[in-house]
């Protein structure tokens, strides 16, 4: 069976086919994926996907090991990151059992060596071009020199399809293969008002359909819509791969996975947040002769794809695998809950790029979600969530533009973006504040989330006495678990690897400017 896995950069779960799924008016109400939602109407939606970390290199280093992101070593972060060529990866082992492997774009970045879980880039096929991963601004800059909007989209498009034909072209003759496409253009930076100008979201659409943790305001609106124009664009990706994959007659012989590496950047709660706007992302599967239009409530986490992706190649997952195969979920006819035992995830982070203070020191964190509740405990409550202010919380605003531009201004791993630099900028205004305090200001060590009368997790009830037995019992649950999985943060004592070199090496300049992360 062949393997086709979609995996975009910073891509959360907003797809035409999670609209209504949680109960509320949401920005999937608004954005067309009508590829996404083919695949949906003839698999299954998952809602309750998680990923062990809510940082791209992290998140990456565990779906392709099949293990949490803390047993990586220094695949654990982002900035810094190196791989272990010991670790077994999912792909090196399918191709070492005959499967023809290709991959276009991002797969394992930035880390050294670039993508080496998957061949260190010997495996690539790009030659058609990557202009689709800055999309926007590709399409806006060929507009304004007057090509037609639509033709500049087929351009990049066919960039896309070119890739995926020469991976087909290089197969041999009823060969199995894995073919991963990685975009990065829902990744910032997007161009300004490209939501609209490109796709026709009007803005104002998606006011009382955000999240309760964003202002409902304008210049969020329009972020959103931006948001929400590259992942329409991702979709229309997706159906120029489809129709690749139905004209060379494999499209019954290929399990197809659509899913995303963490929350959406450069919102509050998202990205490197354990929130579940942070962790919780759209995972979409078609099977070949399996029944359609499920809705599953089984709890999967990412590193759950490495081990079904082996069995699905007749591969033993190797034993350090943590991740549990999620073939008998995806090849069951029913909805609802499959499997009885997928009732919880484990989550957590340690650095991402500029996290802490000047000495860049990791934000811990450690999650426990269940149907129930969301526990989070945070290691070192002394330092900032998203990095130190830069002034940002005392007296000194960075720029307007840094602040949309420049991640390094303030807050360094929230994304720069226009609502970043909204919240920022109007953090003394009494109808803001609550907002800016959510996004960036310094956490208590343990957060509880009752999800049945708080499901966006907004109020933390981890010192109401009346929840202090849920606390205590989610707590050691949490510990055990991570005892068990050998988490270096809880297993050495005051002797943690995170908080020492190699691991604290990685600097990023201060001035530098938005990259894919």
Known sequence: MNILFLFADDFCRYAGCYAGLDGRPTPSDIVKTPNIDRLAHDGVVFRHAFVTAPSCTPCRSSLLSGQYFFRTGRGAILNGAVWDPSIPSFPHLLRDAGYHIGETYKVWSPGTPNDAPFGGGKNAYEKAGGQFNNFSENVTSMAKQGMPI??????????????FGAFLADRKPNQPWLYWFGPTNTHRKWEKGSGKALWGIEPESLKGKLPQFFPDVPEVWQDVADYLGEIQAWDAAIGVILTSLEAAGDLERTIIVVSGDHGAPGFPGGKCNLYDYGTNVGLIAR????????????????????????????????????????LNVLKSDQSGQIDPTRTWVVTGRERHVATARADNLPYPQRALRTPEYLYIHNFKPDRWPLGDAAGAA????????????????????????????????????????????????????EE??????????????????????????????????????????????????????????????????????
Do not use: H
């Open 394 to 445: 005392g007296d000194k605003t960075p720029a307007q533009d840094d602040l949309e531009n420049n991640t390094y201004a303030a807050f360094a791993d929230m994304d720069a973006s226009p609502t970043k630099a909204f919240l920022v900028m109007n953090r003394n205004s009494p109808s803001i504040r609550w907002f800016f305090e959510y996004a960036f200001l310094p956490r208590p060590e």
């Open 150 to 163: 639509e033709a500049a989209k087929l351009k990049l498009l066919d960039q896309v399809k070119g890739n």
């Open 448 to 517: 509880l989330f009752d999800l049945k009368s708080d499901p966006q997790q907004v109020k933390n009830v981890a010192a109401d006495p009346a929840y202090a037995k849920a606390k205590q019992e989610m707590s050691a649950r949490l510990l055990s678990i991570l005892k068990d999985a050998k988490d270096p943060r809880v297993t050495s004592g005051n002797d943690v690897p995170f908080e020492k070199p190699p691991f604290t090496d990685g600097r990023a300049p201060a001035g530098k400017r938005n990259a894919a992360q």
């Open 287 to 326: 099977v070949p002769g399996v029944k359609g239009g499920r809705v599953v409530d089984d709890y999967i986490n990412l590193m759950d794809l490495a081990p079904t992706f082996c069995e699905i190649g007749g591969v033993k997952p190797p034993d350090v695998m943590t991740g549990k195969s999620a």
